[in-house]
């Protein structure tokens, strides 16, 4: 069985910082590409960051370069988000992908 589970959402402030994590299960993690995608209210669903199987590239969604961090550790089958100076407008549900499955997601709310 699949699992792809996200942790390390919550409330923060303006300015405050929080580290997602999605742990993989039941699917093949090292050598595969890992994405993190939000979704607000009302909105699309939005690619955030991806990462290469090895972690030896990364790209971001132009608003969120300089903020947010991916990483991965595969010994660990984990793939990790750090946001850093977060906004009201990052404010979403955010979503693990490994092709072709989805998380659960993990609410992110950015608000004081």
């Known amino acids: 069985q699949v699992q792809l589970v996200e942790s390390g959402g919550g409330l923060v402030q303006p300015g405050g910082s929080l580290r997602l994590s999605c742990a993989a299960s039941?699917?093949?993690?090292?050598?595969?590409?890992m994405s993190w995608y939000r979704q607000a209210p009302g909105k699309e669903r939005e690619l955030v960051a991806a990462?290469?199987?090895?972690?030896?590239?990364?790209d971001y969604a132009d608003s969120v370069k300089g903020r947010f961090t991916i990483s991965r550790d595969n010994a660990k089958n984990t793939v990790y988000l750090q946001m850093n100076s977060l906004k009201s407008e990052d404010t979403a549900v955010y979503y693990c992908?490994?092709?072709?499955?989805w998380g659960r997601g993990t609410q992110v709310t950015v608000s004081s």
């Open positions: 039941g699917v093949t993690f090292s050598g595969a590409a």
């Open positions: 992908w490994r092709w072709p499955y």
């Open positions: 990462i290469s199987g090895d972690g030896g590239s990364t």
